[in-house]
């Protein structure tokens, strides 16, 4: 049978099926004989057109009789050789399951299964070196996957349920000999990339879902519904594809439409050999001399008149291009005229000049300048000198100047001082002003009888009135020397106040020297613990920028590519945390020895001791 070369649409892939005789295995294909468990396989399978990869993957176990079977049926399914392994790894009480995909022809299968049968017979769980130590002396090359958030207790975070212990055992699953780590379904996915994304391994690791399945059930259950799609060649190196590059995995299926897909290469002759080439071609790979640049070359004078008229390309290069018969043709099979494509055209030199640059981000925001340009300004060094502004408004340090005269026995002459001031606090704020009443009784009556508009001219003999007239000055009389009596005494008050004023303020001169001698000694202690002081205020004041903290700062705009493709361009800017940044710097100056300490503790060091 033919096998593709390119792949342009999408595939389901299933590497994670048990056969009928996986010795863990309970579900209903135990009860199958090989024949009839291999029928139902193509039977199902043939449901699914757009499946194209499996692998039967038993548990310490390879059924070479199974994969006897099922290549004898020459199906257009690849069937890829697989092994689920109990993994025994230091520090973790229960084992791991992974498994193992091996590039093996199915002509050397039945040799290696038998080898690697006797190895794990009789052991219920391995360690993870002595399995690594006898695959690499079988020089076979494999591939490992992980269940990563499955089966409870075999996966990777059962046993490390915490970020830092995460962090310290991530090692364990992660080597130059894995692919990829298995989750189950859509959830498990979602939480297995939010994983990867706090021990920051998203970017390195594809997670992949497989059916698992020991019964029909299952297997359709999952081939009806595939969480994912997989857009990469179905052979042991488009797995490793797939497990390298996680766009190669897609949420939806992808078709592209042959019909309709005149805006995209599909091939190129050159002197009658026919080049296929993917709707997603990014890169063309091969060895000094094998002809990329000539392909590349032809690709340009053929597509863009101007490459010819601006001399892109020298005449003798030119020249002997146009010696090759060349014809490029769209994935519809028509094909392309000149200038009916947009070629950007680079020498051969222009990635090796950005990827070996010692700025690379600079190179590449160049050749975007437009792109980058329509995002806005975004300048490290305003963002930098912001954050120094608001440290500098919360960092309180005043400059202590050191006094010019000393304190030598200040506590003798303070006490001498202080002796001699009496302790009378009196101010004379507290002296009230006296007022006596000088009472006339002549003037009083006599006032009472012509001067008082309220009595009656025609009234002023009457008996009655005088007589209640008299009764009035009498009480006024009575109240006027209780009155004088009270102001005599407030007098006396005030006498004694103000000789305790005059003996304080004759004391004034030792007053002024015992003042002096305490702002002496404060002027001292302020600048004696000054140093203290600032250390205080320092981290104040990242504090208060660490309670503010944001970890980055961006600007970004997605851009519209081919086939639903979009292009993000961001400018990022991102921001150490000031109290890791403190802590940095502490080591840095104080030692490595203080790696081990808290914040809180090197916070301490730092204002008292250092």
Wanted: proline letters at 2%; hydrophobic letters at 35%; a negative charge.
């Amino acid at each position: 049978m033919k096998k593709a070369k390119i792949i342009n649409n999408s595939s389901i892939w299933d590497l994670h099926i048990h056969t009928c005789n996986s010795p863990k295995s309970t579900g209903e294909f135990q009860k199958m004989d090989v024949t009839t468990y291999v029928d139902k396989l193509i039977e199902i399978f043939s449901n699914y057109p757009d499946l194209t990869l499996i692998s039967f993957t038993d548990h310490n176990y390879i059924s070479y009789e199974v994969y006897k079977e099922f290549y004898g049926r020459e199906s257009k399914i690849t069937l890829i050789p697989g092994i689920e392994i109990d993994i025994k790894i230091d520090g973790i009480k229960d084992s791991k399951h992974l498994i193992f995909y091996f590039n093996i022809e199915p002509d050397n299968l039945e040799n290696f299964a038998n080898e690697i049968n006797i190895f794990l017979k009789d052991k219920t769980s391995i360690k993870i070196n002595e399995i690594l130590e006898f695959l690499v002396s079988k020089k076979i090359e494999f591939l490992i996957s992980p269940h990563a958030f499955k089966q409870g207790k075999r996966s990777i975070d059962y046993d490390w349920n915490d970020e830092e212990t995460t962090g310290k055992n991530m090692h364990k699953f992660m080597d130059q000999f894995f692919c990829f780590w298995e989750a189950a379904g859509y959830s498990d996915i979602a939480k297995a990339v939010e994983f990867l994304k706090d021990v920051d391994k998203e970017e390195k690791i594809s997670i992949i879902s497989f059916s698992d399945s020991s019964d029909v059930k299952k297997l359709e259950e999952y081939l009806s519904n595939p969480p994912q799609y997989f857009k990469s060649l179905p052979n042991f190196k488009g797995i490793q594809l797939a497990g390298t590059d996680s766009r190669r995995i897609l949420k939806n299926k992808k078709v592209i439409d042959k019909d309709n897909s005149g805006n995209i290469i599909g091939s190129i002759k050159i002197n009658g050999e026919e080049i296929e080439l993917s709707d997603r071609l990014n890169a063309i790979v091969g060895g000094r001399g094998s002809g990329k640049s000539i392909l590349i070359d032809n690709l340009a004078l053929n597509m863009d008149s101007t490459i010819r008229e601006n001399k892109s390309l020298k005449d003798e290069r030119i020249s002997f291009l146009d010696t090759m018969d060349i014809s490029l043709y769209n994935l519809d099979g028509t094909r392309i005229s000149i200038d009916s494509k947009k070629v950007d055209f680079f020498d051969q030199s222009y990635v090796s000049k950005i990827f070996n640059s010692d700025n690379i981000s600079y190179e590449i925001e160049t050749y975007f300048q437009d792109e980058f340009n329509s995002l806005g300004e975004m300048s490290k060094e305003t963002e930098l000198q912001n954050i120094k502004t608001v440290y500098e408004d919360k960092l309180k340090n005043t400059v202590q100047i050191k006094p010019t005269s000393n304190i030598s026995n200040f506590i003798g002459k303070y006490k001498i001082i202080n002796d001699k001031a009496l302790e009378i606090k009196i101010r004379k704020g507290d002296i009230v002003p006296v007022k006596k009443i000088n009472f006339d009784v002549t003037s009083a009556i006599e006032y009472a009888k012509n001067g008082n508009k309220l009595i009656p001219s025609q009234l002023k003999d009457n008996i009655k009135i005088n007589l209640a007239l008299n009764q009035l000055l009498t009480v006024v009389i009575e109240q006027s020397e209780i009155y004088n009596n009270e102001q005599e005494k407030l007098n006396l008050e005030n006498i004694i106040r103000q000789n305790c004023i005059n003996f304080n303020e004759s004391k004034s001169k030792d007053l002024q020297e015992k003042n002096k001698e305490e702002d002496l000694f404060l002027q001292h202690f302020n600048y004696e613990s000054n140093s203290y002081t600032e250390r205080a205020s320092i981290v104040n004041a990242l504090i208060y920028l660490d309670n503010n903290y944001k970890s980055e700062k961006s600007l970004s705009d997605v851009k519209n590519g081919i086939d639903d493709n979009k292009f993000k361009f961001e400018k990022k800017i991102k921001f150490e945390r000031p109290l890791d940044y403190f802590k940095r710097i502490c080591i840095k100056n104080m030692g490595r020895k203080f790696e081990k300490y808290e914040i809180g503790e090197l916070i301490n060091i730092f204002i008292y001791t250092c």
